[in-house]
């Protein structure tokens, strides 16, 4: 099974920031992770798949890299409207697994 | 447009089994490479992946669980089912569906509904 740590778990950041949220696998996945942005009492918004690649109608102010075992989303020139959950998920293998998530307030 | 939806109790005693149905719209699980997972999160913890039913009825299943999860779908109903024997209050989480299509995992997902196991 490959573990995922993400961390931090809680950022706080100011509009207009950059941020950086990581996801460490524990073995080599290639580029088989997902971002994910989750609001509550809403669903989850898929913004980054295949490590790099961003999804469609997602603001190019989100971004995403990494290779293998180390991965990062980022968000430059933040804003109010980002403050939200943000997870990591791998597909590579099963079973499937997700980052333990981070929790991103706007000051 | 693709949707889902989660439906079922919110309340069910110890050694209980779950039923969850996730009515869905914009797509067909009788489509090559759609798929529909189930995927839950206790409250202040961690998301974990569940089941996944593929269009081809191959199924797979989070290990941990295998033993107390069915997951079934009626295409003509655009309707996946999940079950879950021997409820326990740690099962106590909000629970997610959602779409796979190839190489999309998870692309789009439902609200979840919130399911409390107490006695």
């Known amino acids: 099974e490959t573990t995922l740590t993400q961390s931090p778990a809680f950022m706080s950041a100011t509009p207009g ?3 950086n949220i990581s996801c460490k696998a524990s073995q080599d996945i290639d580029d088989d992770m997902n971002w994910y942005q989750q609001k509550p009492g809403e669903a989850a918004i898929f913004i980054i ?6 999804v ?3 603001p190019p102010r989100f971004s995403g890299s990494g290779y293998g075992t180390d991965f990062t989303l980022t968000i430059n020139n933040i804003e109010s409207e980002d403050a939200a959950y943000y997870f ?4 590579d293998n099963f079973p499937l697994t997700f980052g333990q998530g981070t929790k991103l307030e706007i000051k | 447009q693709i949707t889902l939806k989660e439906s079922g109790p919110t309340l069910v005693k110890p050694t209980q089994t779950l039923t969850l149905t996730c009515t869905f719209s914009g797509f067909s699980l009788s489509t090559s490479g759609v798929g529909v997972g189930w995927i839950r999160q206790p409250p202040g913890k961690a998301l974990e992946w569940l089941a996944l039913i593929y269009w081809d009825d191959d199924k797979r299943y989070s290990p941990s669980l295998k033993s107390r999860l069915t997951i079934t779908k009626d295409t003509s109903k655009n309707q996946v089912v999940l ?3 021997n409820m ?7 629970y997610y569906c959602a779409h796979t299509w190839e ?7 439902g609200q ?3 399911v409390t196991v107490s006695s």
């Open chain 1, 17 to 19: 920031d950059k941020v």
């Open chain 1, 49 to 54: 798949q295949e490590a790099t690649t961003l």
């Open chain 1, 56 to 58: 469609p109608g997602i």
């Open chain 1, 88 to 91: 990591c998920l791998q597909h």
């Open chain 2, 83 to 85: 079950t879950m024997t």
């Open chain 2, 88 to 94: 326990d209050p740690v099962d106590t989480a909000t």
């Open chain 2, 103 to 109: 190489l999309l995992i998870f692309d789009y997902w």
């Open chain 2, 112 to 114: 979840g509904t919130l």
